[in-house]
């Protein structure tokens, strides 16, 4: 038989039979597009996770008080767990890796403008902050050593404060109170939007870390040390002189632990791709569940019709096709349902993954791996359980097959 | 003139386009053994016109299935135009089927959900010709059997006799030399099965065999041989005294159609 006519037998077949061959196409579909769509977003969340931690900067490291936390259980809690200015001080003076740093400190707190209030963050730093954490203002200043020294009551607000709190009028001049303390803001900082954890990141007002130590939180030591290293590549160097000098000044003996914490870039990242890792597995498991729901779908559609399908195939034969002719014929029409299923899947998987991270305000991203994986899979299965009840039948004796039942 | 038990009347060998001889199937039904066919050996000539009755039972299906190429006996030879069948491969089989040999089911086994003509046109897809003539010869082997107003119905939008001679169409398209037809008028009226048996006759004139299964003496009486099959067996084998020709016949019955029709 000719490949034309093979053509004609396949698409008439697949014609007669418009029900099946929908269903058998949504099986594929289905599955396809789920899986694209599943491994986009996993892809997506771990690409932003990637892109924001390196956005970060990968010579920063964060010194925290208190000993490493191991499971959550904090260890030897000593007499010196604090950090002071003067640690940062000596931090900034005495380890030559170190090239900027910045005491912190937190305070949170309703924040009042006019007759309007905004509950938010307050981050109390050093100058250097900004710099450390690439950050810039986009409208106004930003404090300097002598507002530190002096410990004005002047603040930058975030994006979001700012839009919250100002909608209609700039902030910077104005005032605002911080739980009931004036302060002036003298600056916005530019949108940075949210961080890999999906927190707004503009949601955040900073200060001087005197005043906030000394209006807001009335606590004499730091809740962190922002420290960057002089490149990258001297980041260890610097962990390691800081560690020395701070058990130094804090006088820890050989056996103490560390009564600090210091985090680095590599670390947070570590935690940060080992959450999107569990999502990647979750979604890539809930797609290969469709995947396999689907591909149960076109074998049900495929076997049912085997009996349909076998008559079908005695009459053929009777007429004089040869197993081949069978074969092919089957073999094209399964192979074409799987590609327009396959192609039609991609196009709704490409379609939902854009919809959903305009839903989601999350980035998606589309791999060749998972195109082919779903794709190979549903034709895979598609094929296979099309094909093989044709050969089985192609294989008996053209009346038996058109007395099967 | 009567033919002996199981064998055929004498005719020169080199003009059998079927012979079979010791033909035997027994189908195993778990522990019990069918016999559905036990020996049959008989020859028939190109252009002859049997018919072949028997009980119902008798193994009349089996012996056209074997002869159709659709089933293999379980003993005994089969010789079509002088090839043993065999010994034939399943593709040769397959092209015998398509070339050489029309087939018209008891029940009609046409494909359902689709039309009339792409049923008569099946044989054609597995034979080298163009879209344009095949739906050509489809189209005249449909007018041939008096369905050429019913080209694009489906099975379903069809009656039995209708449904019957789209397969009787589909047997003929491929212009085979032998048509073999299990009961083609079983579903039949009387005028319908007459106008049947008028395509076989005029096919016949132009030298094709036919071989047909039938239950009425009537009918098999527009054959030029009956074979009659009893318990697997040929219980007898004759020419037919004086074959009833279908045209004649029609001529004398549409005044009483018209009547029912009205
Ligand atoms: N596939 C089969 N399996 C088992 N037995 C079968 C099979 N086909 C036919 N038989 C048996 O073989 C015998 C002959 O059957 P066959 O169909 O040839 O009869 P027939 O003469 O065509 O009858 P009818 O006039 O009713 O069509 C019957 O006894 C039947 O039961
Ligand atoms: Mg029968």
């Given amino acids: 038989m000719k490949l034309m006519n093979i053509l004609i037998s396949a698409f008439r077949a697949l014609h007669r039979n418009k029900m099946r061959s929908f269903l058998t196409m949504l099986g594929i579909i289905i599955g396809v597009a789920a899986v694209i769509a599943m491994l986009a977003i996993g892809q997506g969340a771990q690409f932003s996770v990637e892109q924001q931690i390196s956005a970060l900067g990968t010579n920063v490291l964060i010194i925290l008080p208190g000993a490493q936390q191991t499971g959550g259980v904090h260890m030897g809690a000593g007499s010196a767990t604090t950090l002071t200015e003067e640690d940062a001080q000596a931090i900034q003076r005495e380890c030559p890796s170190v090239g900027l740093v910045s005491p912190g400190t937190r305070a949170g707190g309703q924040v009042i403008a006019g007759n309007l209030n905004w509950a938010t963050g307050i981050e109390g730093t050093g100058p250097d902050y900004l710099e450390i954490r690439k950050w810039t203002v986009e409208y106004g200043d930003f404090y300097t050593d002598q507002d530190i020294k002096s410990a004005t009551k002047v603040c930058v607000l975030g994006k979001t404060v700012a839009d919250n709190l100002f909608p209609e009028q700039s902030p910077v001049g104005q005032n605002v109170r911080i739980r009931n303390v004036p302060f002036k803001v003298i600056g916005i900082l530019a949108k940075k939007g949210q961080n890999a954890m999906g927190q707004d990141q503009d949601d955040i007002i900073v200060a001087p870390y005197t005043t906030v130590a000394r209006r807001l939180t009335w606590y004499p030591y730091l809740r962190q040390i922002l420290v960057s290293a002089i490149s990258p590549a001297n980041i260890s160097v610097a962990q390691r002189q800081i560690t020395e000098l701070l058990r130094m000044r804090h006088k820890l003996v050989t056996n103490d632990a560390d009564d600090f914490t210091i985090r680095n870039q590599a670390d947070l990242a570590t935690a940060a791709t080992a959450t999107t890792d569990i999502l990647t597995i979750l979604l890539a498991s809930i797609a290969s569940v469709s995947l396999l729901v689907g591909g149960i779908g076109i074998m049900n559609i495929m076997l049912v019709s085997v009996t349909e399908r076998t008559r079908e195939i005695g009459i053929r034969m009777s007429v004089g096709a040869r197993s081949r002719d069978i074969l092919t014929q089957f073999l094209v029409e399964a192979l074409v349902l799987s590609l327009l299923g396959g192609i039609t899947g991609i196009l709704f998987g490409v379609v939902g993954s854009s919809v959903i991270s305009g839903i989601a305000k999350w980035p998606t991203i589309i791999t060749t791996f998972s195109i082919v994986l779903s794709f190979g899979f549903s034709i895979a299965i598609g094929v296979f359980f099309g094909f093989y009840p044709a050969r089985k039948a192609a294989m008996l004796n053209p009346i038996d097959a058109l007395r099967y039942e | ?262």
């Fill in chain 2, 1 to 262: 003139m009567i033919g002996t038990d199981g064998t055929a009347p004498e005719r020169p060998s080199n003009g059998h386009l079927i012979r079979i001889e010791h033909l035997a199937k027994t189908y195993q039904l778990g522990e019990v053994e069918v016999h559905a066919l036990r020996g049959v050996s008989l020859t028939i000539s190109r252009g002859e016109f049997v018919a072949i009755m028997g009980a119902s039972g008798s193994g009349k299906s089996t012996f056209m299935n074997i002869l159709g190429c659709l089933d293999k006996p379980t003993r005994g030879t089969y010789t079509l135009e002088d090839i043993e069948v065999g010994k034939l491969s399943r593709d040769e089989l397959a092209q015998i089927r398509n070339r050489s040999i029309g087939f018209v089911f008891q029940g009609f086994n046409l494909l359902s959900r689709t039309s009339a003509i792409e049923n008569v046109e099946l044989p054609l897809l597995y034979s080298s010709t163009t879209q344009k003539d095949r739906h050509q010869r489809a189209i005249r082997a449909l007018e041939a059997v008096g369905l050429g107003d019913r080209v694009h119905h489906f099975p379903n939008q069809l009656s039995g006799g209708q449904q019957q001679r789209v397969a009787v169409a589909r047997a003929l398209v491929n212009d085979p030399s032998i048509v073999l037809a299990d009961e083609p008028t079983g579903n039949l009226d009387s005028r319908t099965s007459v106008e049947v048996m008028d395509v076989f006759q005029q096919l016949n004139q132009k030298g094709i065999t036919i071989l047909l299964v039938t239950h009425e003496p009537d009918i098999a009486s527009f054959a030029k041989r009956q074979i009659v099959f009893r318990d697997g067996k040929i219980r007898s084998d004759r020419p037919t005294t004086d074959p009833r020709v279908a045209s004649t016949i029609l001529k004398e019955m549409p005044a009483i159609d018209e009547e029912d029709d009205e």
